[in-house]
Structure formats: structure tokens, C-alpha cells
């Protein structure tokens, strides 16, 4: 970089340090350098797991535990959901940290998770000394080779002098643009290593354009276009969110007049309330959205990509729409869906600048056409779901219930399969960044560990976890996180005795060949009062009200059980390979 | 359906650890298979050039550009067909020295290929041809008649006829 470049950044550094000295330098090891970073960053929370390959840096840990708290997950897995959660929550980067070998290669499934749903996070591993690279010493792996696929940037320290840099680096990539997991490979001998600290914030990255720019005109002809439109649909997504662009979507809505729907990851965005807000698409959306999107004339979408479970067959997808793709990733610009108009940037400030090109508008006929296939799902799928009057309990009351004591202003995690189908469904939304859930790569046992991510980031929201009896017990051992930390998470576990987003595959496609899906469980209640966990378990309807209000007014954490019906499914639903508007809504 | 064709990637990239890793892997992950690899330094200084032939739709190709685009220490992916730029290949050829001497049919294939004796023992000599593919192709037909000791052919290497605005790029960040 220039002399103008790297001037600029120490005068915002020592901006941020309230100082007008030049920049100070101090003798310190590799790992106090690493520690030190995080503070600099602003790191106030970070979830991992000790091990050899990382003792010097947990050393560390230990001397600056007033500055920086430490949380003991009880897998490495743990660490990286946990780190997901805080950063889905607040919006800050999340940062999970753990040792060479197995402690690095568990962090792999929340690092993809973290790639697919575009989350903040940054890993640090702990890595042999580097005069055994390569050697196949004890709990030596290659994390870098492995996460490389898996990771927005990756990077392997072997001198300690490079800490600040790189871990500067880590953050800023991180954060920025489209933002998504960092891993950062550190070597003993770095971490013991001394050198001269000092710390510069990253402002930029030569090779890398955070936030892409489109001219002037492909706004003005979204803006056409939309102003043209007779039945506009948007469909936002996770963008939105990232980009913190609710105020900005809300105002174009509203002046547009324009029905807008949202994926799994773009819920909480618009208050599930918002009169124009007409629901979910995709697999298990609501169906006006997934069926009117192959009537729309322009369909805006709005940081999202275009997913399969969101598109059914591309083939039959909006064929007849013009297709306005407001994105800040140019590589998913014509990826699934060719877009009529692109404009790339981020979505507040496409959204902001759209604005002032609108008309008003209002689209009452186009807009009664949603409220008809609403009142028709609720007809066939969603009273059925809320108000049951066969015996069985069902997921969905188990939401209303918890809507109601909520007032809609829980953060709601979910984790995968039916349950999550459901929560996404019917969960209220006032607040943004409040449903938590692996939607890309569909991770079970994703729900427990986030929930103490975002309860922990925010401890003032209401954080309900909602998890499947199958997913529960893939990372069912961070009850342990949970009372060590005393964290005053929510678990609702919808026990159906079932994978049962497999069975009802199994039952619709399978001939009710229900290989490897039924499970005998445990005696959850004693698993969390093991813990030293408020626990209770429902069976019937008229249990439920008062144990879902219990739970919600517990000041700490608390479990609840409720035993749903073991063969229910999820409706609509959009089978593989079938169009949106072939949804089906039985 | 649209026409698979060959194309040649141009990716100038930092040179760091791991980029190799990263790009190839997009390749792979899309079960591509990489006609050619080659990797260099470039006319920037500390910036590394790619070349990478794959064959492809050009849809599939522009989607492909865009990942490699994305990759943090990139800094710029082109793509071209084969005539929108000048490229080559290299080989060497291995070959028990007796021939040389005793077929005169191995020196008229020398000659009428313009491939260039690198070095001559009592052994082996050691010819080096490069060329387009096609060229290098039949020059491994000619010689396989007689017996190759050893065979190597480098990746495609190659110019665009159009100007490729990285350094300006680059300048610009630099700014």
C-alpha cells in the first residue's frame, strides 16, 4: 500500500484510542498479540475449547479474562453455532477458537454453515509448531486444505510478527461486503514467538471489492420497471438483514404498495404483521407467495439467491416475470435466475437511492389475490396447525402459544427439520435479526449452541430455542455450556419421536418405508435437570398454555418437552423438482 | 442445449499459499475437469497469472468467473476462446541417442517440425518443441513410431489480443 493508504489508517486508530501520539509498539508473545487483537476488534465474547496446540493463547485468555470472557462449549462444533448465534443476532463478527487436529476439524461443520448463510465469524486454530508442518506430528491436520472450500478466507500464521496484520485482515473480511466465515491457523511457535505489537484496523484489501457498484441506470430501470408493474412481488432475503436495510425495504414497500415475501433466513426483517407482508417462500412457505410468484410481472428480489428450496424447478420459476436482482455478490447475478435488471450493491443504499424513483402505488386487486390464497391455507393447512381438534398435540400450537407470551418480540432459534419448517412458519416477528436458524446448509443440532450465541450477544431479548428431538441430541451435551454459564436460554423440544422431516419424505415419496427414522429417546427431562435445568414435559393440550408461560416468565433456563403428534406434516410444500406453483397444499 | 467450447482462464491473483487450493477447488467442486493448469509470475510485480483451460458452456464459464472473482486475493479473472488470444505450449521429448544416428527419418522429423535439440549425450538426446497442441500432438505421433524414453508437456500459456486492465485496476486501489 501507499504512503496516503496506511496514513490514513493510523490516524483512525489513534482516533479510536483517543490519542495523538504516533503509533507505540510493546514486546509481547505471539499469543498475547492474538488476544490483544480480539480486545482491539472489539471482541467482547468468544466460544471454543482448549487443547494442546492452543494452550499459550488460553494462557493469555486467562490473564485478560476481565476483558474478554471465554466460553467452554463442550465440542468445538458448540463453538462455531455458538459464535453463529452472536453474530446473527448483534450483527458482530463471532469468534470461535480451538486447537490443531480434531479441535479444528469439529469447527468444520459451523464454518460451512457460517460460508452457506453468509455469517461473521471468525476461527482461530491452533496449529504444530511450524518445524513439524507436514510431518503428521500429534493432532497435526491440514485445517487450512480443509476449510478452504468452506471459508470466505483462510490464512496459516507461522510468525508471530504477522498476528496483527492477518487477524486484522480476519475481521475486516469477515464483516465486510458479503460477509462470511474467516479461519486463521496459528503455529505454536508463533504464538510463543515475541516480537513488537502494535495494532492497525484493516480499511481495505487490494484484491477484494467488498461492495460492488451498478451505474446509475440500472436503478432508474428497476425503478421503471416496478413503476410499470401491475402484480410486483418482492422477495427479500438475508441481505436485507446484513445490510441493515429494514427501514429502507419498509419505505419501498409501502410506497410501492408492493406484496413482499420473504426466505427463511430474510424473516424478522418486516414485522410479520406488515400488512404488505404476505409470508414465506419456498419448500414450506406460504402458499400465495411460492404460487403467485409464477403470476407476478416483476419480481424484485432483494438480497437473497435464489436457493432451490426457494425456486422448486428453475425451469418453471417466474418465467413470465422481469426479474430485478438487488445484490452485493455479483457471482449470484445470474447464477440461478437471469436477472433483467442487476443492481449490485449493498441494500440499503440501492434501497435508498430506489426510493425517490417510485411511485406510489397501491396494487389492491393484486394484493386481495394473497389475502385468497391466505384464507384457502388457512383453511386447509394453517387452522389445523394453530387451532387442532384432533387429540395429538400439534408443533404449530406450540408456537402460538409461545407467539403469545412473547408478543412477538423473542429472537426464535431453530434448528432443522419440521420443527424449523413450523417455527419459520408461525413464529411473530417484531424485531429484526430475530430468527435464528441454518437454512443453506440445513444443520441439525444447530438450535442448542446458537441459542447461547444470541442469548449471551443480547442477553436483554427473550431467546427461544425450538429443536427437533433428532437434533436436540447432536449437540445436546452444550447443556453443559448452558449451566455452567448460567445462560437463560429457552429449549423447546417438539418431540415427535421421529427425524420427521425424513419420514414424512419417507411416507410421501418412500412408501412409508420408514428405515432409521424412529427414535427411542431419553428421559429429556432428567437429561436437563442433570444440569441443574428447570425442566417440564407437556402431553396434553391443556398443559400446554401453563407450562409455555412458565418457561417464558423463568428468569434462567428452562426446558420444556412437549410431546407433539408423531406423524404429522408439513403443508404446503413444494416436492423436489416441482414447480412453486404446483405447491401442494395437502 | 448450449455448445461446450474451449476456453482459456486468465486469473491474476496475490501470490500467496493457498490460492492454487482455492481456485482449483472451484473446478472440482462443479466435478470439472482442468484441461490445463499453469502458474507464474505475471508483468505485475508480486501478482501471479493463472492459466487455466477448461471446456465448458459459456454459461457455466461466466458463473465459474464469478466464483474465481470472489476469492478474497484475487484480483482479476478473465475468459477467452481460443481465438481472442495467442497462446502456446511447450514439450520435451527424451530419446534413446542411437536413432538419432542410425534412422535419418528422426532427423527430417526435427527439421520439419522446427523443434530444437536441447542436448545430445552418447545416450539420449533431448528435443524441445513448442507450439499449438495440434503441433506438439503430431510430433508425439512421429516420434512414438520410434520410441520415446520420456515425455512432458507444459499447460497452455497464453496472451489476450485484447488489452487486460489489471494494472490499471490495481493503480487505482493503490490510490
Not at chain 1, 125 to 152: C, M, N, R
Not at chain 1, 337 to 347: M, R, T
Amino acid at each position: 500500500m501507499k504512503k496516503d493508504a496506511s496514513q490514513t489508517e493510523i490516524e483512525e486508530v489513534t482516533l479510536s484510542d483517543n490519542q495523538s501520539e504516533p503509533k507505540k509498539t510493546v514486546r509481547i508473545s505471539g499469543s498475547e498479540a492474538i488476544v490483544r487483537c480480539l480486545i482491539e476488534e472489539g471482541v467482547d465474547i468468544l466460544y471454543g475449547y482448549p487443547g494442546g496446540a492452543i494452550m499459550p493463547v488460553y494462557d493469555e485468555l486467562y490473564k485478560f479474562r476481565e476483558k474478554i470472557h471465554h466460553v467452554m462449549t463442550r465440542h468445538e462444533q458448540g463453538a462455531t453455532h455458538a459464535a453463529q448465534g452472536y453474530a446473527r443476532i448483534s450483527g458482530r463478527v463471532g469468534v470461535a477458537i480451538a486447537t490443531s487436529g480434531p479441535g479444528a476439524t469439529n469447527l468444520i461443520t459451523g464454518i460451512a454453515d457460517a460460508q452457506i448463510d453468509s455469517t461473521p465469524v471468525v476461527c482461530i486454530t491452533g496449529q504444530v509448531a511450524s518445524h513439524l508442518l507436514g510431518s503428521d506430528a500429534f493432532q497435526e491436520t491440514d485445517i487450512v486444505g480443509i476449510s478452504t472450500p468452506v471459508t470466505k478466507w483462510n490464512h496459516q500464521v507461522t510468525k508471530a510478527a504477522d498476528i496483527p496484520k492477518v487477524l486484522a485482515k480476519a475481521f475486516y473480511i469477515a464483516k465486510s461486503g458479503r460477509p462470511g466465515p474467516v479461519l486463521i491457523d496459528i503455529t505454536k511457535d508463533a504464538q510463543f514467538e515475541e516480537f513488537d505489537f502494535s495494532y492497525e484496523k484493516c480499511t481495505g484489501v487490494r484484491s477484494y471489492r467488498p461492495v460492488p457498484t451498478s451505474d446509475e441506470s440500472a436503478l432508474a430501470n428497476a425503478a421503471k420497471l416496478i413503476n410499470g408493474a401491475r402484480k410486483p412481488l418482492i422477495v427479500w432475503g438475508q441481505g436485507v438483514i446484513l445490510g441493515e436495510a429494514e427501514a429502507e425495504l419498509k419505505a419501498v414497500i409501502e410506497k410501492g404498495g408492493i406484496p413482499s415475501a420473504w426466505t427463511i433466513l430474510g424473516a424478522s426483517a418486516i414485522p410479520t404483521t406488515h400488512p404488505l407482508n404476505v409470508g414465506m417462500v419456498g419448500m414450506h412457505g406460504n402458499y400465495g407467495p411460492n404460487v403467485l410468484t409464477n403470476e407476478c410481472d416483476v419480481l424484485i428480489a432483494i438480497g437473497m439467491r435464489f436457493d432451490d428450496r426457494v425456486t422448486g424447478n428453475l425451469n418453471s420459476y417466474a418465467k413470465q416475470a422481469k426479474v430485478i436482482h438487488f445484490e452485493i455478490d455479483p457471482a449470484e447475478v445470474d447464477k440461478n435466475v437471469k436477472a433483467d435488471v442487476a443492481v449490485l450493491g449493498n441494500a440499503k443504499e440501492s434501497l435508498a437511492k430506489l426510493l425517490p424513483l417510485l411511485t406510489k402505488n397501491e396494487h389492491t386487486d393484486w394484493h386481495r389475490r394473497f389475502k385468497d390464497f391466505y384464507d384457502l391455507e388457512c383453511e386447509k393447512v394453517i387452522n389445523a396447525d394453530l387451532h387442532p381438534t384432533k387429540e395429538g398435540l400439534t408443533m404449530g400450537e406450540v408456537l402460538k402459544e409461545i407467539n403469545r407470551c412473547s408478543n412477538g418480540d423473542a429472537a426464535i432459534v431453530s434448528d432443522v427439520g419440521q420443527h424449523q419448517m413450523i417455527a419459520c412458519r408461525y413464529a411473530e416477528f417484531t424485531t429484526t435479526k430475530s430468527n435464528i436458524t441454518s437454512g443453506g446448509l440445513g444443520t441439525m443440532g444447530f438450535a442448542l449452541p446458537a441459542a447461547i450465541g444470541a442469548k449471551m450477544a443480547a442477553p436483554e431479548r427473550e431467546v427461544v430455542a425450538i429443536i427437533g428431538d433428532g437434533g436436540y441430541q447432536m449437540t445436546i451435551q452444550e447443556l453443559g455450556t448452558i449451566f455452567q454459564q448460567k445462560i437463560a436460554v429457552k429449549i423447546v423440544v417438539l418431540n415427535n419421536e421421529f427425524l420427521g422431516m425424513v419420514r414424512q419424505w419417507q411416507q410421501l415419496f418412500f412408501e412409508k418405508r420408514y428405515a432409521s427414522t424412529e427414535m427411542t429417546n431419553p428421559d429429556f427431562v432428567a437429561i436437563a435437570k442433570g444440569y441443574s435445568i428447570r425442566a417440564k414435559k407437556v402431553t396434553k393440550r391443556d398443559e400446554l398454555k401453563e407450562a409455555v408461560a412458565e418457561m417464558m416468565a423463568s428468569k434462567e433456563a428452562y426446558f420444556l418437552e412437549v410431546r407433539v403428534e408423531k406423524e404429522d406434516n408439513v403443508f404446503p410444500m413444494i416436492p423436489t423438482g416441482a414447480s412453486v406453483s404446483d405447491m401442494r397444499l395437502e | 442445449m448450449e455448445e461446450e467450447r474451449l476456453y482459456t482462464v486468465s486469473v491474476y491473483t496475490e501470490n500467496n499459499i493457498g490460492l492454487l487450493n482455492r481456485i482449483s477447488a472451484i473446478f472440482q467442486r462443479r466435478h470439472i475437469n482442468i484441461e490445463s493448469i499453469n502458474s507464474s509470475i505475471s508483468e505485475i510485480p508480486h501478482v501471479s497469472r493463472f492459466t487455466i483451460v477448461v471446456k465448458m458452456t459459456e454459461t457455466q464459464m461466466k458463473k465459474i468467473i464469478g466464483q474465481i472473482t470472489k476469492q478474497i486475493e484475487v484480483i482479476r479473472a478473465f475468459y477467452h476462446t481460443d481465438d481472442e488470444i495467442i497462446y502456446q505450449e511447450s514439450c520435451i521429448f527424451k530419446i534413446a541417442s542411437d536413432l538419432l544416428f542410425e534412422d535419418r527419418q528422426i532427423q527430417n522429423i526435427i527439421k520439419e517440425s522446427h523443434c530444437r535439440i536441447v542436448t545430445v549425450n552418447r545416450e539420449f538426446f533431448v528435443v524441445e518443441k513448442s507450439g499449438r497442441k495440434e503441433e506438439i500432438d503430431q510430433l508425439f505421433k512421429d516420434f512414438s513410431a520410434y520410441g520415446i524414453m520420456q515425455f512432458v508437456r507444459s499447460g497452455r500459456i497464453a496472451v489476450t489480443k485484447e488489452k487486460l486492465k489489471v494494472s490499471q485496476m490495481l493503480n487505482a486501489f493503490n490510490q
